[in-house]
Every structure is written in structure tokens, then in C-alpha cells.
């Protein structure tokens, strides 16, 4: 059954302009791939999708050797925002990049949502 990267990319648009504090979203596969990308100008998908696929591998590794078990959801918290990885299931990885005025539990809540919506696609 083929991805339906239409709908994806509609999931995405969505959740970026439905979404207060978001500033881009990218769905791409654990291998570095980009499926589809709602993201700021100026930023490469490719790179985002490599770089987002960088971070789940040493995610992987971190939860494996401190024994965390599965990694669910990586979170990188800088001076301007933050970057959440979360698992899409084995096949995809949903990377959310949000402003700094973002509040944590919401923004943890609304990205279940779309991460839920978009496993209905996958």
C-alpha cells in the first residue's frame, strides 16, 4: 500500500498554521529520507530530514546503553526554541520545531494528536 504524501503534506500544513508556536514540521523516514516538510525558508529538507534521522540513531543508542528502553520522543531545547523528535511508528519520524513561547504540555498534546493522524495515513 502506497504513503499517501499528499495528505501527509496536508497533515503537516495544518498542524504548522493550526498550531500556535510552531514554526515547521517534517516527516521523514529513519533512514534520513524526507517524506514531506512544512518548514521555515531557508531551511534544506534534506538536511532536516538527515540531521532528524542523525538524532534518532544516537537517541536510539543513549536509551539503549543507559537501558531507557524504547525511545519515544527526543527533545532538544535551544535559546530560540525547541526541536521534538517523536516516533511515527517504524517506518517515519515526525520532527516539530517550535519558538521558544511554545508551551511544553500543549505543544506535547497537540504533536500526540498529529502524530496519531498521521499513523491513520502510514
Given at each position: 500500500?502506497?504513503?499517501?504524501?499528499e495528505?501527509?503534506?496536508?497533515?503537516?500544513?495544518?498542524?504548522?498554521?493550526g498550531?500556535?508556536?510552531?514554526?515547521?514540521?517534517?516527516?521523514?523516514?529513519?533512514?534520513?529520507?524526507?517524506?514531506?516538510a512544512?518548514i521555515?525558508?531557508?531551511l534544506?529538507?534534506?538536511?532536516?530530514?538527515?540531521?532528524s534521522a542523525?538524532?534518532?540513531?544516537?537517541?536510539?543508542?543513549?536509551g539503549?546503553?543507559?537501558t531507557?528502553g524504547?525511545?519515544?520522543?527526543?527533545f532538544v531545547?535551544?535559546?530560540?526554541?525547541f526541536?521534538?523528535?517523536?516516533?511515527?511508528?517504524?517506518?517515519?519520524v515526525?520532527?516539530?520545531?517550535?519558538n521558544?513561547a511554545?508551551?511544553?504540555?500543549?505543544?506535547m498534546?497537540?504533536?500526540?494528536?498529529?502524530t496519531?493522524?498521521?499513523?491513520?495515513?502510514?
Open positions: 500500500m502506497a504513503i499517501n504524501i495528505k501527509i503534506g496536508y497533515i503537516l500544513q495544518d498542524f504548522v498554521s498550531t500556535p508556536d510552531i514554526q515547521g514540521a517534517s516527516l521523514v523516514t529513519p533512514d534520513g529520507l524526507p517524506l514531506a512544512t521555515p525558508s531557508g534544506d529538507e534534506e538536511r532536516v530530514a538527515a540531521m542523525a538524532m534518532l540513531s544516537l537517541g536510539e543508542r543513549i539503549d546503553e543507559l531507557r524504547v525511545i519515544d520522543r527526543i531545547e535551544g535559546t530560540d526554541g526541536a521534538i523528535l517523536t516516533s511515527c511508528g517504524a517506518d517515519a515526525f520532527l516539530v520545531l517550535a521558544k511554545a508551551k511544553q504540555g500543549v505543544l498534546l497537540e504533536i500526540k494528536r498529529a496519531s493522524e498521521i499513523k491513520l495515513v502510514l
